[in-house]
């Protein structure tokens, strides 16, 4: 069997597709992905046999490709990174498939830290952008941000199902049916980072309340307080 590859083409501007990835696809035979993550690389799939897909028909795809890939170079690409909530599917694809390389790519997790200047090593990091309950997720958040951290947070769109929808205004109302004073609590949403439809708001977690946000939403919960190596003279004083 050919060579598969699981890439991550980054947040959505094709100038954080990282080379290793573009000279993967330009490479490869064939690519199958999302609508928007393949508009990522449209500029890379001339030439490919190329599959759009869905939530719905994705293992239909993947079924459909598997018994006559033959020799041929399949590429998957995922937006953002693809170790990052993806996988549900890349567990799929190695079952499918095989022996399935990832490569990572640029998440907007990252690109959201670095524009709140939230260090990624003091924070912790939640997606509830899964299929599976989020209920642990959920408490995780709260001993996170009890705890003094920061958070920076994939939410989990699901509008067709309203008890499993967890965006910004539900997050925002679950927090202050938990106690936290929300109207103290500072924040960032940011929306389809990197695009030319790139938003931000900032706020505190009550001003999210009823606000809707696309399904390409970070949300940031900043509690960082500068803590430079000047606080640590013991490293170099004698």
């Known amino acids: ?55 719905s028909n994705q293992e239909e795809s993947y079924q459909k490709i598997f018994p006559v890939l033959g020799e041929r170079t399949l590429v998957i690409p995922f937006t953002g990174d693809v170790n990052f909530s993806e996988s549900e599917v890349v567990d799929r694809l190695i079952e499918i498939f095989g022996d399935v390389e990832v490569i990572p790519g640029i998440s907007s997790i990252q690109v959201a830290a670095a524009k709140t200047r939230v260090p990624l090593d003091k924070s912790k990091v939640i997606t509830m952008h899964v299929t599976t309950p989020i209920e642990d997720k959920k408490l995780e958040l709260q001993k996170a941000l009890i705890d003094g951290y920061s958070v920076i947070l994939v939410p989990r769109p699901w509008p067709k199902q309203p008890d499993k929808h967890f965006m910004p205004s539900e997050i925002a109302f679950y927090l ?44 940031v919960f900043n509690q960082t307080s500068l803590d430079s190596y000047m606080n640590y003279r013991w490293q170099w004083e004698t």
């Open 176 to 219: 202050k049916n938990n106690n936290f004073k929300t109207e103290k609590m500072k924040v960032h949403v940011f929306e389809s980072l990197t695009t030319e439809n790139e938003t931000s708001f900032e706020g505190t977690v009550e001003d999210l309340e009823g606000k809707e946000f696309s399904d390409l939403s970070v949300m």
């Open 1 to 55: 069997m050919g060579k598969i590859y699981a890439v991550g083409v980054g947040p959505g501007s094709p100038k954080y597709v990282t080379e290793i990835v573009k000279e993967i696809i330009q490479n490869c035979d064939i690519v199958i992905g999302y609508k928007y993550t393949l508009k990522t690389i449209e500029d890379l799939l001339d030439g490919k046999e190329v599959h759009e897909i869905t939530m």
